[in-house]
Nanobody, 125 residues
Framework: LVHLVESGGGTVQEGGSLRLSCVAS????????MGWFRQAPGKEREIVAA????????YIGDSVAGRCTISQDNAKNTVYLLLNNLKPEDTAMYYC??????????????????WGRGTQVTVSS
């Protein structure tokens, strides 16, 4: 079981930036991918970005392409999500996820076995 704790959310003005962090603990040996998903009220959960934890490959969702960087610090078991040029439509609860995920399933939430409780991001216009 992998325990995930997100932090870094908050309220930011349109055009601003936020860096979210996700610290993983527990049995992470079987994890090969970590991802960030988000869900706004009344909307479906969607992929934001994911990273291959055993290498450097990253995957960025279409909705944040060009505004998002995902990175990791393996020594700290932490994955970061940097969001730039934030827009009101980025307002959502952001969740960190981890699992042994086949590469073609990187954007599929159901492929991840562990989830954090989320951190709220609110973008004001």
């Amino acid at each position: 079981l992998v325990h995930l704790v997100e932090s870094g959310g908050g309220t930011v003005q349109e055009g601003g930036s936020l860096r979210l962090s996700c610290v993983a603990s527990g049995d992470t040996a079987d994890t090969n991918r970590m991802g960030w998903f988000r869900q706004a009220p009344g909307k479906e959960r969607e992929i934001v970005a994911a990273i291959y934890t055993r290498g450097t490959t990253t995957y960025i969702g279409d909705s944040v392409a060009g505004r998002c960087t995902i990175s990791q610090d393996n020594a700290k078991n932490t994955v970061y999500l940097l969001l730039n040029n934030l827009k009101p439509e980025d307002t959502a609860m952001y969740y960190c996820a981890a699992g042994r995920v086949p590469v073609s399933y990187w954007s599929i939430g159901a492929a991840y076995s562990s989830w954090g409780r989320g951190t709220q991001v609110t973008v004001s216009s």
